[in-house]
T-cell receptor, first 109, second 115 residues
Framework: GQSLEQPSEVTAVEGAIVQINCTYQ??????LSWYQQHDGGAPTFLSY????GLEETGRFSSFLSRSDSYGYLLLQELQMKDSASYFC??????????FGTGTRLKVLA | GAVVSQHPSRVICKSGTSVKIECRSL??????MFWYRQFPKQSLMLMAT?????????EQGVEKDKFLINHASLTLSTLTVTSAHPEDSSFYIC???????????FGPGTRLLVL
């Protein structure tokens, strides 16, 4: 089967750094994306890794290791507004996406 | 830019009726649109992928005769839940993608409650 595993919940304080891991097992692999979703809202795109290595976008960075079937999202200088669910998503085919189980991030004051 | 709208945002219907949900890309042309279903506090499950002018591709386990998808133009896709039942109650979200880009732009979602 195809699966993406993430920690269910992560808690951190404002200003801290947090890493959300994603391990995947899929029949194909084109790339790994990360999305943020606030309660009741729609997911918003954060980053995409098609190749191994680190991609940085402001306070967010995403890493991919294809040989390890592993990636992570790194959030720096945490803010209260970062409290949300974060999903990794694998693109195993041209027109297909599989989303991870999701990680609820709680940022404490 | 890159705004996707969905209508309606919420719908309550009786069991056995059909419900149509519209997904529009407001300021760009979407070569591909996706329909997802999300249960409370759970992940997004891809239901189907639609490309403009062609038949939708459904994921395994999704009944194509129950969830009718039409992608009539580069800015509009519709999902019709036919003969809805209480187990169809869920949060339905569409997304749109431009050819050559990896970003999916999601609509705000439609919360369906079937009584």
């Amino acid at each position: 089967g195809q699966s993406l595993e993430q920690p269910s919940e992560v808690t951190a304080v404002e200003g801290a750094i947090v890493q959300i891991n994603c391990t995947y097992q899929t029949s194909g692999f084109y790339g790994l994306s990360w999305y943020q979703q606030h309660d009741g809202g729609a997911p918003t795109f954060l980053s995409y890794n098609g190749l191994d290595g680190l991609e940085e976008t402001g306070r967010f960075s995403s890493f991919l290791s294809r040989s390890d079937s592993y990636g992570y999202l790194l959030l720096q200088e945490l803010q209260m507004k970062d409290s949300a669910s974060y999903f990794c998503a694998v693109k195993p085919g041209t027109y297909k996406y599989i989303f991870g189980t999701g990680t609820r991030l709680k940022v404490l004051a | 830019g890159a705004v996707v709208s969905q209508h309606p945002s919420r719908v309550i219907c009786k069991s056995g009726t059909s419900v149509k949900i519209e997904c529009r890309s407001l300021d760009f042309q979407a070569t591909t649109m996706f329909w997802y279903r999300q249960f409370p506090k759970q992940s997004l499950m891809l239901m189907a992928t639609s490309n403009e002018g062609s038949k939708a591709t459904y994921e395994q386990g999704v009944e194509k005769d129950k969830f009718l998808i039409n992608h009539a133009s580069l800015t509009l896709s519709t999902l019709t839940v036919t003969s809805a039942h209480p187990e169809d109650s869920s949060f339905y979200i569409c997304s749109a993608r431009v050819a050559g880009e990896e970003t999916q732009y999601f609509g705000p979602g439609t919360r369906l409650l079937v009584l």
